[in-house]
């Protein structure tokens, strides 16, 4: 568990991701990616801009879209195989904090994408989950499958089967 401090860029208020914001490897999901102008109106660039579909980074912290250096727009290349910035919709990417990043002649920390894609496995459904075996049947019941929960659960087949009896 990590201790709650305050990092020391914390107050310069950036309008993006920083190696200030992430305390441990966190995976998101890219909603969007876009080419925007630098919104801390330090430069006149244009940047490769993430936005993530994940609203708070931690409880009651908004989380801010994340500038894509170049090594880190080739991580994104390779994670989604394509060259193209809108089809990095909806990848699933680990970020972290690299001590080792080079910025000029200094060295600093920097934020890097993995360049293996995160593995997220999904929750087993039971009867002993009595309130998502309850949602699982009134999906059933709703849409006649189970394909909506299935996208977020595994389900055994004995217990679809159940739920499909309970929703008789």
Same mark, same amino acid.
């Not at 568990?1 to 208020?13: G, I, L, P, S």
């Not at 801010?64 to 193209?84: C, D, Q, W, Y």
């Not at 680990?94 to 920097?110: A, H, L, M, Q, S």
């Given at each position: 568990?990590?201790?709650? =401090?305050?990092?020391?860029?914390? #107050?310069? *208020? @950036?309008?993006?991701?920083?190696?200030?914001?992430?305390?441990?490897?966190t995976v998101l999901t890219v909603k969007s990616c876009k080419l925007e102008g630098d919104k801390s109106k330090k430069t006149k660039d244009v940047f490769n801009t993430v936005y993530f579909a994940e609203q708070f980074i931690r409880a009651g912290e908004a989380l =801010?879209?994340?500038?894509?250096? #170049?090594? *880190? @727009?080739?991580?994104?290349?390779?994670?989604?195989?394509?060259?193209?910035i809108d089809d990095w919709k909806d990848q699933k990417i680990?970020?972290?904090?690299?001590?080792?990043?080079?910025?000029?002649?200094?060295?600093?920390?920097?934020?890097r994408i993995s360049t293996v894609a995160p593995v997220i496995q999904k929750p087993t459904l039971t009867p002993d989950n009595q *309130?998502?075996?309850?949602?699982a049947i009134q999906a059933f019941r709703r849409d006649g499958h189970l394909n909506a929960v299935l996208e977020h659960m595994v389900i055994s087949e004995e217990n679809q089967k159940l739920i499909e009896a309970a929703s008789v």
């Open positions: 568990m990590t201790q709650e =401090k305050t990092h020391y860029r914390k #107050a310069f *208020n @950036s309008p993006y991701l920083s190696s200030a914001d992430i305390v441990e490897p =801010k879209p994340m500038i894509l250096n #170049a090594h *880190n @727009s080739r991580v994104m290349k390779e994670l989604t195989g394509s060259h193209f680990t970020i972290y904090v690299d001590k080792n990043v080079r910025f000029g002649k200094d060295t600093v920390e920097g934020l *309130n998502a075996w309850e949602r």
